[in-house]
């Protein structure tokens, strides 16, 4: 089983400013990484997969870089609605696994 | 509008077990591949099974082989997933998943519904 670690666990950051989060996996997953958002009470929601696709609704503002083992998720300029917590997960081989998700808040 | 509607949950005592389904709408149901993911109270996301369009093809995580079984019905649009032997760390909400053609990423996500193991 692929074991994804996500860091850090909390990030602390005001409006405005740039969020960056990592994901990295125990053995090469390609580009067969996903990210998704998911918020107190709600359903997760898929925000970016694959090299770089968005998911429908995914602002411009959410990006994706890295291949391998190593993954960053960047929001360049957070807004008040991207307080969640974010959570990366490999679909390169059964069974898929999710990271542990980090917390982005203010 | 795409929908995911599971139902089923409850409380059952270990050892015992459950089924919980989910009906979807909106879509070709069985041109996908679904699936379960769980979230337990306060922790992580983590898929449960998955299974093909034409269910002939099923996958488990370890922690569930021999004990839960995913079906579908593709002439009712529904995803059964029947759990046995049930232990306190299944305790979960259960998400019906829609996934993508292509990546192994859920697209849809229903409401879950809520399984709890406790005596």
């Known amino acids: 089983e692929i074991v994804m670690t996500q860091s850090p666990a909390t990030l602390s950051v005001s409006p405005g400013e740039r969020a960056t989060l990592s994901c990295r996996a125990s053995?090469?997953?390609?580009?067969?990484l996903a990210w998704y958002q998911q918020k107190p009470g709600q359903v997760p929601r898929l925000l970016l997969y694959?090299?770089?696709t968005r998911a429908t609704g995914t602002p411009a503002r959410f990006s994706v870089s890295g291949s391998g083992t190593d993954f960053t998720l960047t929001i360049s300029s957070l807004q008040s609605e991207d307080f969640a917590v974010y959570y990366c997960?490999?679909?390169?081989?059964?069974?898929?696994?999710f990271g542990q998700g980090t917390k982005v808040e203010i | 509008e795409v929908q995911l509607l599971e139902s089923g949950g409850g409380l059952v005592q270990p050892g015992g077990s459950l089924r919980v389904s989910c009906a979807a709408s909106?879509?070709?149901?069985?041109?996908?591949?679904m699936g379960w993911v769980r979230q337990a109270p306060g922790k992580g996301l983590e898929w449960v099974s998955i299974i093909s369009g034409s269910g002939a093809g099923t996958y488990y995580t370890d922690s569930v082989k021999g004990r839960f079984t995913i079906s579908r019905d593709n002439s009712k649009n529904t995803l059964y997933l029947q759990m046995s032997s049930l232990r306190a760390e299944d305790t979960a909400v259960y998400y019906c998943a829609k996934r993508d053609l292509i990546f192994g990423v859920v697209i849809v996500w229903g409401q879950g519904t809520l399984v709890t193991v406790s005596s």
């Open positions: 997960q490999q679909c390169n081989s059964w069974p898929w696994t």
């Open positions: 694959g090299a770089s």
């Open positions: 053995q090469s997953v390609s580009s067969n």
């Open positions: 909106g879509f070709t149901f069985s041109s996908y591949a």
